[in-house]
């Protein structure tokens, strides 16, 4: 659930209003299971290099101190 806060309020922060806030909230998860639906389909194996680019940020964010 932590993750999911700072994304969202670090959107609102950005957008300054809760309803334009929802539409990114919603829409990022969904991106995630279409471009992975979009590899399944033309063939390609998740592997290091197709996640190195979700890898990355989350391994910055959990190392910062808070």
């Known amino acids: 659930m932590r993750p999911l806060y700072w994304l969202s309020s ?3 922060l950005f957008l300054r209003d809760w309803r ?3 539409v990114p909230c919603i829409v ?3 991106r995630w299971i279409g471009a ?3 590899m399944y ?3 390609f194996s998740i592997n290091v290099l ?3 680019p979700w890898c ?3 391994a910055w964010w959990w190392t910062t101190p808070s």
């Open 50 to 52: 197709s996640c190195l």
């Open 10 to 12: 670090s959107i609102f």
């Open 36 to 38: 992975f639906f979009v």
């Open 56 to 58: 990355l940020p989350w």
């Open 20 to 22: 334009v806030t929802l």
């Open 41 to 43: 389909l033309a063939g």
């Open 28 to 30: 990022i998860p969904f």
